[in-house]
């Protein structure tokens, strides 16, 4: 039986990181998609089935070339982890530069975009048809942080794109789902350890959790087979703030 091939965004660092080693360790073939090489070698060393992909995700011919290449390689796309994302400190939105809106929209819209295009495009003409898009999400998907406008909107669009992928790739059996992920200790959440703007305008630490229990539950996700589908996963610190925010 073949092996599973699983394209990764953002796999140099974070939760791209532990979630690609997750999959190389499963027995996946990965490709890992970035913007540094050194840092995707780095994720992907001494693993043999692991494919470096040097790319910007906001570029559309890039992000193309890099799909086909993988697809080309492999024969096939069964599944992408849409997981390449950035954030901006917290600010109230008269005081953030248009500049890194479009730097933050060009990666965590635009780059989510366009990768679930390319992959939705080999999965429909590939035989079998067929795979399983997940896309990261965030809790801010659902409740806000303080001073976090382009974030949240973001993530608001990229809810947008699960639900509309998951009616549209229906008659080509391509199944979305969607991770929402809370305080996992990566070098993003570092800051949560030291003190964030909390809804009542304190500054507090907040609990976290191992990156490898998201790395886990993005390989559960992709594990099932295609008649079967997490819509949408919330994996988070059990006591951080969120239920009851607001």
């Known amino acids: ?27 996946w073939r990965v490709a890992m998609l970035g913007r540094r090489v050194e840092t995707l070698a780095s994720t992907a060393a001494g ?26 390689t492999w ?13 901006l400190p917290s600010t109230l939105i008269d005081d953030i530069k248009v500049e890194d809106w479009l730097r933050l929209s060009n990666i965590n819209i635009t780059g989510m975009f366009l990768c679930a295009r390319a992959a939705f495009r080999q999965m429909r003409t590939q035989a ?5 898009i997940i896309n990261n999400g965030s809790i801010s998907a659902h409740v806000p942080r303080p001073g ?17 992928l998951s009616l549209d790739g229906r008659p080509f059996n391509i199944a979305c789902g969607q991770i929402d992920i809370g305080n996992a200790l990566t070098d993003m959440a ?23 229990h998201v790395a886990t539950s993005v390989l559960h996700m992709a594990s099932l087979p295609l ?7 919330t994996v988070m610190a059990s006591a951080m703030p969120f239920i009851g925010r607001g």
């Open 1 to 27: 039986m073949p092996q599973s091939t699983i394209i990764i965004t953002g796999a140099g660092s974070g939760i791209g990181r532990a979630t690609a080693r997750a999959f190389l360790d499963a027995g």
């Open 47 to 72: 693993h043999a089935n692991a494919l470096v992909l040097p790319v910007d995700v906001s570029d559309p011919a890039q992000v193309d070339a890099t799909f086909s290449e993988a697809a080309t």
């Open 75 to 87: 024969g096939r796309i069964d599944a992408l982890f849409n997981n390449a994302g950035i954030s």
């Open 128 to 132: 079998p048809m067929g795979g399983r």
């Open 148 to 164: 976090s406008v382009p974030y949240t909107m973001s993530k608001h669009a990229i809810t947008g794109l699960t639900r509309s």
């Open 190 to 212: 570092m800051p949560m350890t030291k003190g964030v703007p909390q809804a009542n305008g304190v500054t507090a630490s907040e609990p976290v959790m191992d990156v490898e």
């Open 227 to 233: 008649a079967a589908n997490v819509q949408f996963m």
